[in-house]
Nanobody
């Protein structure tokens, strides 16, 4: 069973930075794409960034220019800068393995003024 464990969430002030990490384990197949989404209460997930198995990166519009996704083997990181109060949400990573998408449990990011 593939498991994703996230870390790095927490509280930060406006304008601050956070680095989220996510490690995938338990797979016998290669991990393909990995990425990050966020979710606000009562709303659907918003796509933030994806890093393909070959290393190419793609970014959604919501935090473009303020986030950088990186990857080392089965670990994916999301560096977030210039955080705003409206970035307060639960951030989740995903890993695509053998045509199935697995999700982490989510990590809370709270930005205060």
């Amino acid at each position: 069973q593939v498991q994703l464990v996230e870390s790095g969430g927490g509280s930060v002030q406006v304008g601050g930075s956070l680095r989220l990490s996510c490690v995938a384990s338990g797979t016998v197949f290669p991990v393909d794409h990995m990425g990050w989404y966020r979710q606000f209460p009562g709303r659907q997930r918003e796509w933030l960034a994806t890093i393909l198995s070959g290393g190419a990166t793609m970014y959604g519009d919501f935090m473009r220019g303020r986030v950088t996704v990186s990857r080392e083997k089965d670990r994916v990181d999301l560096e977030m800068n210039n955080l705003k109060v409206e970035d307060t949400a639960v951030y989740s990573c995903h890993a695509d393995v053998n045509n199935h998408r697995y999700w982490g449990q989510g990590t809370q990011v709270t930005v205060s003024s």
